[in-house]
């Protein structure tokens, strides 16, 4: 069965700490890894990645997949209290025919106190 | 302009009740998106829709039905509510090939 498990479920740091959390998968026909960050409401996109080792970054947030061991690290640097939320890994995958499906991880639940 | 809006935001009802859940998305995507949040935040896919046709229909019991009158909307309703069916319901979007998914702001449905 396809799946996708993120690692720490949940962490607690203190502001300006770095913090690195994992997403690993197991799917076949793989297409892409998407992160996510989710507050109050709706997740919103962070970063997609289809391909090994190239790094995407957007401020203190990194991203980068590694295809062949499977996995992809989520990395956010001088984190602030405004960075606290779920983190959802989610994995878009062929489900048969030229249907694609996205499967999430349970997410990782990031508190940053003051 | 909201991409994906779905309507009502929060819904409280009593067992037994049906009800339905609006989604309209003004992307110009072609694939719809119906996803189960559960209360340990866990989010599911439940439906599908690609230009009015369902494409996924993940293991959910038959009293949920998915109806899309155009591609840029795709509802959900929901017959005989049970207490388990409370979480919150996403709805989402993508253009067919872009793989990204945009997502509604959810709604809470409560089943008392």
């Known amino acids: 069965e396809d799946k996708v498990v993120q690692s720490p479920l949940s962490l607690v740091v203190h502001e300006g700490d770095t913090v690195t959390l994992n997403c690993s998968y197991e799917?076949?026909?793989?297409?892409?890894l998407l992160w996510y960050k989710q507050e109050k409401k709706a997740p919103t996109f962070l970063f997609m990645l289809t391909s090994s080792g190239i790094e995407k970054k957007s401020g203190r947030l990194s991203s980068i997949l590694d295809k062949k061991e499977l996995f992809s690290i989520l990395n956010i640097t001088a984190t602030q209290t405004g960075d606290s939320a779920i983190y959802l890994c989610a994995v878009e995958f062929r489900s048969g025919g030229s249907n694609y499906k996205l499967t999430f991880g349970k997410g990782t639940l990031l508190t940053v106190n003051p | 302009d909201t991409a994906v809006s779905q309507t009502p935001k929060y819904l409280v009802t009593q067992m037994g009740n049906d009800k339905s859940i609006k989604c309209e998305q003004n992307l110009g995507h072609d694939t719809m998106y119906w996803y189960k949040q559960d209360s340990k935040k866990f989010l599911k896919i439940m439906f599908s829709y690609n230009n009015k046709e369902l494409i996924i229909n993940e293991t959910v019991p038959n009293r949920f039905s998915p109806k899309s009158p155009d591609k840029a909307h795709l509802n959900l309703h929901i017959n005989s509510l049970e207490l388990g069916d409370s979480a919150v319901y996403f709805c989402a979007s993508s253009q067919d090939r872009s793989q990204l998914t945009f997502f509604g702001q959810g709604t809470r449905l409560t089943v008392v």
């Open positions: 799917v076949t026909n793989f297409r892409s």
